[in-house]
C-alpha cells in the first residue's frame, strides 16, 4: 500500500492525521456522497469552469480581455485539487489524465518570474498587486499551492505542478519579503503546507510573515472596514472571530499552522481562545457561521437571526478545516463536535442529491418559497435563494469537492498510543499496526460496531469520541487480538434543544435535533392551508425522528401588527408538525422551512 498523505500534516502535535490511503469509506451517508461528488460533481465543475471561459482564461496568448471575477482561477486549482484527491483515495475515480491537462494549462499562463494569475500584468490588464484589498491574487496563489500539494502527495498529477507551485511560492517570498499581505487569507495555508512537503523553510517564514503583518489597519479604508479584510486587529490579540466570516477561519487555519510549525504556542492558544468565544456566542445551531449577509461576516455576540443566517457553504468548510487542525495540534477530541455538527447540517445540506447544484448561503428559515432555477445559467445572486447550478461567485462547490475527496483523513488519527475514531461512517481504518472495520448508519441511527481485523502486535488503545448530545467525553478500549468486537450505541433519541436566552432572535423556540442532524418543518409536509408562520410546538411532549406535538395559533387580524396586549392565542386542537432532516430541505420542489419553531406558552 503506497502511502499517501492528506491536506493537513503538521509535523508535530497531539495527534497525527492518517494518510488518505488508511481510511476507505464503504459506504452509507458519505460513502454516497463521496461518490456522487468524484464523479458527478467535478464533471459539473469542469463543464461550468469550460462553459463560462475560466478555464479558458489560461489558454496562451492569454487574452486581455477576461471572463469570470477576480478570484476565477481558484476554482480552476480547488477543482485540481479535488481531483487529486479523488484520484488518490481508496475506491476514487481517477482523473489524472485531466489533471495532466490543467497541469499543461496552468504552466502555459505562469510568468516567468513565477508570478500566476490570469487577470493582472500583462499587457491590457490591470498591474499585479493593484488592489490588495480585492485583487485576490495571493488568494488564488494559495489555492493553487494546496492544489499542488495534493497533485504531489497523491502523484496524480504530474511532477511539474510541484515545480510550478515552488516557482510561485518563490516569488511570493521575493515579493513580500518586506511587507504587504492579501486582502483575502488563504496563501498561508498553501505555503506551510508546501513547506511541509518541500521542507523549504521560506515558505513557512513567509507565511509567518503573512500571519504577523495582519491587524495594523495597513490595507486601504474601506465602507466594509478592516475588520472584514481581517485587518483590525493583530492575530494573537483577538478575542473572537469578526468581519468576513471564511477570511476570519481561513486566516485562523494558516496561523494555527504555523503556530504549530513555529513552536508558537501563545498563537496557538490565541486562536483557540477566539474559536471557543465563536463557538459560544456566533454560531448558528447548523454550525454554520456568518450572519451578515452585506458582507458576509460575523455578527455581533448573539447576532444569529434564523432567516438572515448567511452559514456561507465555505464558511463550513473552513470551520472544519480550522477544527481538524486544532484536534490535530491539542488532542482534544471535542473539537470533533463541530466537525460532526457541520457535516451533517451544513455540508451535507449545501449539496443536491445528484452533486450537480448547491446553495451558497444556508438559511435557517426560509420564508418565501424557494424559486426553481434554470439549469444553463449562472446565478448572479448567491447570498441566498435556492440550490443553482452555478453562481458569478462559485467558491463553494469546489470547496466541498476537495473537503469530501479527502474526508477519510478527517475521521481518524492516531498517535504512539493507538488510533482516535472522531466520526462515525461504515469504513475500513488501517492505522497503528490495527486494521478496523467499522460498521455503521449513522447518522441515521447510533449503533456503531468496530471489527478488529488485524490487531497491533502489541496491544495499543482505541479512543472513540463521544458527541455531546450523546453525553460526551472518550470511550478508550484496549486492542489485542483479531475478531475482537468493539459496540457503541450513541443515543439518538429525538431532543428538544433551545437557545441561550441572550440570542433574542431565537427566544421563545425550539428546535429537535436526532443524533448530530438538526431537523426542521418544510411546508411540503404539513397539512394544506398550513403555513409554517401559525405553528407553534410543545415542548412538553417529546419530540419524535419524524414530528412533533403542536398547535395551530388563531387567525390574526391585518392592520397594524402592534398591539396593546400579548398576541399568543392558540387554537385548542394539537396538531401534528412533521420535520425532516434540514439537510433533506428544498430536495422536493419549492418550499418553506424553518429550524427554529416558536413554543407554545405552556
Ligand atoms: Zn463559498
Not at 451544513?346 to 450537480?356: I, L, N, Q, Y
Not at 472513540?464 to 489485542?480: D, E, F, K, Y
Amino acid at each position: 500500500m503506497t502511502a499517501i498523505r492528506g491536506p493537513v500534516v503538521p509535523s508535530r502535535g497531539a495527534l497525527r492525521p492518517v494518510g488518505l490511503h488508511q481510511v476507505r469509506i464503504t459506504g452509507g451517508f458519505w460513502g454516497q456522497r463521496q461518490a456522487v461528488n468524484g464523479t458527478a460533481t467535478v464533471e459539473h465543475s469542469r463543464t461550468w469552469l469550460d462553459r463560462l471561459g475560466w478555464t479558458g482564461n489560461f489558454v496562451e496568448p492569454i487574452s486581455p480581455v477576461r471572463r469570470g471575477r477576480e478570484f476565477s482561477d481558484s476554482e480552476v486549482y480547488k477543482l485540481m485539487e479535488a481531483l487529486s484527491w479523488e484520484t488518490g483515495r481508496p475506491g476514487g475515480t481517477s482523473h489524472a489524465a485531466q489533471l495532466a491537462e490543467l497541469t499543461a494549462l496552468v504552466a502555459g499562463a505562469q510568468a516567468g518570474d513565477g508570478y500566476l494569475h490570469t487577470a493582472y500584468g500583462r499587457p491590457g490588464q490591470p498591474p499585479r498587486y493593484a488592489d490588495f484589498n480585492f485583487g485576490h491574487d495571493l488568494y488564488c496563489a494559495g489555492h493553487f499551492l494546496q492544489a499542488a500539494v495534493a497533485g504531489a502527495r497523491t502523484g496524480a498529477a504530474p511532477e511539474q505542478l510541484l515545480d510550478i507551485a515552488r516557482r510561485v511560492a518563490d516569488h511570493v517570498c521575493v515579493r513580500f519579503a518586506d511587507e504587504g499581505f492579501c486582502g483575502h487569507p488563504e496563501v498561508e495555508t498553501g505555503l506551510v503546507e508546501l513547506f511541509r512537503v518541500t521542507g523549504d523553510e521560506r515558505y513557512l517564514d513567509q507565511a509567518r510573515k503573512f500571519v504577523e503583518r495582519r491587524g495594523h489597519r495597513s490595507l486601504p479604508e474601506h465602507e466594509f472596514g478592516w475588520r472584514y479584510f481581517q485587518d483590525a486587529i493583530p492575530v494573537r490579540d483577538g478575542e473572537v472571530f469578526q468581519g468576513h466570516a471564511v477570511r476570519a477561519l481561513y486566516l485562523a487555519a494558516g496561523a494555527v499552522d504555523v503556530a504549530v510549525e513555529t513552536g508558537d504556542d501563545d498563537l496557538l492558544a490565541a486562536v483557540a481562545r477566539q474559536f471557543d468565544r465563536t463557538l459560544e456566542r456566533r454560531t448558528h445551531i447548523s454550525g454554520g457561521m456568518g450572519s451578515r449577509h452585506l458582507d458576509e461576516s460575523f455578527g455581533d455576540d448573539w447576532a444569529l437571526p434564523p432567516d438572515r443566517a448567511y452559514s456561507e457553504t465555505c464558511a463550513g468548510v473552513a470551520t472544519i478545516m480550522l477544527a481538524h487542525r486544532l484536534l490535530l495540534a491539542t488532542g482534544e477530541l471535542r473539537y470533533g463536535d463541530i466537525v460532526d455538527r457541520v457535516l451533517h447540517n451544513v455540508v451535507a445540506t449545501a449539496v443536491a442529491d445528484d452533486g450537480r447544484s448547491f446553495f451558497y448561503a444556508n438559511t435557517l428559515h426560509q420564508r418565501t418559497q424557494t424559486e426553481v432555477l434554470p439549469l444553463d445559467r449562472e446565478q448572479l445572486r448567491f447570498g441566498g435563494g435556492p440550490r443553482a447550478p452555478w453562481f458569478e461567485v462559485s467558491c463553494c462547490l469546489n470547496n466541498v469537492g476537495r473537503l469530501v475527496a479527502s474526508l477519510g483523513t478527517y475521521l481518524v488519527t492516531e498517535d504512539d498510543g493507538g488510533v482516535q475514531l472522531h466520526q462515525y461512517a461504515p469504513m475500513r481504518v488501517e492505522a497503528g499496526g490495527m486494521v478496523l472495520d467499522v460498521d455503521t448508519a449513522y447518522p441515521d441511527q447510533g449503533a456503531v460496531t468496530i471489527t478488529v481485523v488485524e490487531a497491533p502486535e502489541t496491544p495499543r488503545t482505541l479512543t472513540l469520541r463521544v458527541p455531546q448530545w450523546a453525553g460526551g467525553g472518550t470511550r478508550q478500549h484496549r486492542v489485542s487480538e483479531p475478531n475482537q468486537q468493539i459496540r457503541v450505541e450513541l443515543n439518538m433519541r429525538p431532543r428538544w434543544t433551545f437557545p441561550d436566552p441572550r440570542a433574542d432572535a431565537l427566544r421563545g423556540c425550539a428546535a429537535v435535533e436526532v443524533g448530530p442532524v438538526v431537523m426542521c418543518a418544510e411546508s411540503v409536509d404539513q397539512e394544506d392551508g398550513v403555513s409554517l408562520d401559525e405553528l407553534r410546538v410543545d415542548t412538553s411532549v417529546a419530540p419524535e425522528a419524524t414530528a412533533v406535538k403542536g398547535r395551530r395559533i388563531l387567525p390574526v387580524a391585518g392592520g397594524w401588527p402592534y398591539r396593546g396586549e400579548p398576541q399568543t392565542a392558540e387554537q385548542p386542537d394539537p396538531v401534528v408538525i412533521p420535520l425532516v432532516p434540514y439537510h433533506r430541505w428544498a430536495r422536493r420542489g419549492p418550499s418553506t422551512m424553518r429550524i427554529w419553531l416558536p413554543t407554545t406558552p405552556s
